[in-house]
C-alpha cells in the first residue's frame, strides 16, 4: 500500500522566513505533484517533478527518488503564502495517474 | 482556458436527505476526478472517469454514492441518503489524459455540510 506522509503538519513563520515542507513516500512514483489549498478549498498544481529540482517563483520543489523524499520551499515567505500544501504521488504500477495524497501540512506566515 | 467549474459551492443538508453535485471539467479533459476530503484530512479518490467510462470507483460507498458521466463531458455525484460523515469538500479535477505527466486541474470544490 503506498503512504504519503508529510511534515510538519502544522508551520507557523514569521513574513521573510525560509520554509521548508516535507514529503516521503512508500511506493516508487511517475511524478510527485506539490499542490496548493487556500481557505475555500480551490487546489492549485505547483510543481510535478520525476527528479532534480524545479522551481518557480520563490518556490522550489526538490526530490530525491532513491530516498523517496521530496521538499517543498519558500523563500522570502508572505502572508499570501498562507495555505494548506499538499503533495500527492501516483504509484507507478497503477499507470493511471490515481493520485494518493498526504494529509497536508497548514502554513501560516505571521506579518 | 476556463478551469474546472463546480457547483454549488455550497450546500446544507440533514441527514437522510439527497444531495447532488455538478462539476464541468476543462475542455477536451478525457479523464474527471471526484475527490471527498474531510477536514483536516488530504484529499479520498471516489470515482475515475476515463471519458464517459468508469476507471476506478473502489472507495466510493455505492450504497449511498453514485457518479456519472453520461457524454463523457460534466459530470454529477448524488448522496442518497446522505450521513453525518459525509460532511466534507468535494472536489472535481481533471487532466488531458489521465497518464503522468498529465497535471491535474482541480475545481473550487463544494462544501458540505449534513446537520
Known amino acids: 500500500k503506498n503512504e504519503v506522509e508529510q511534515s510538519p503538519q502544522n508551520l507557523t513563520a514569521q513574513e521573510g522566513e525560509f520554509i521548508t515542507i516535507n514529503c516521503s513516500y512508500s511506493?516508487?512514483?511517475?511524478?510527485l505533484h506539490w499542490l496548493q489549498q487556500h481557505p475555500g478549498g480551490g487546489i492549485v498544481s505547483l510543481f510535478m517533478?520525476?527528479?532534480g529540482k524545479k522551481k518557480h517563483g520563490r518556490l522550489i520543489a526538490t526530490i530525491n527518488i532513491q530516498e523517496k523524499h521530496s521538499s517543498l520551499h519558500i523563500t522570502a515567505s508572505h502572508p499570501r503564502d498562507s495555505a494548506v500544501y499538499i503533495c500527492?504521488?501516483?504509484?507507478?504500477?497503477?499507470?493511471?495517474?490515481?493520485?494518493?495524497f498526504g494529509q497536508g501540512t497548514r502554513l501560516t506566515i505571521n506579518p | 482556458e476556463a478551469g474546472v467549474a463546480q457547483s454549488p459551492r455550497y450546500k446544507i443538508i440533514e441527514k437522510r436527505q439527497s444531495v447532488a453535485f455538478w462539476c464541468n471539467p476543462i475542455s477536451g479533459h478525457a479523464t474527471l476526478y471526484w475527490y471527498q476530503q474531510i477536514l483536516g484530512q488530504g484529499p479520498k479518490l471516489l470515482i475515475q472517469?476515463?471519458?464517459?467510462?468508469?476507471?476506478?470507483d473502489s472507495q466510493l460507498p455505492k450504497d449511498r454514492f453514485s457518479a456519472e458521466r453520461l457524454k463523457g463531458v460534466d459530470s454529477t455525484l448524488k448522496i442518497q441518503p446522505a450521513k453525518l460523515e459525509d460532511s466534507a469538500v468535494y472536489l472535481c479535477?481533471?487532466?488531458?489524459?489521465?497518464?503522468?505527466?498529465?497535471?491535474?486541474?482541480f475545481g473550487p470544490g463544494t462544501r458540505l455540510t449534513v446537520l
Open positions: 500527492a504521488d501516483p504509484p507507478c504500477h497503477q499507470g493511471a495517474q490515481k493520485l494518493v
Open positions: 517533478l520525476s527528479s
Open positions: 511506493v516508487g512514483i511517475s511524478a
Open positions: 472517469f476515463q471519458n464517459n467510462g468508469v476507471v476506478d
Open positions: 479535477a481533471s487532466t488531458r489524459r489521465g497518464l503522468p505527466p498529465d497535471t491535474q486541474y
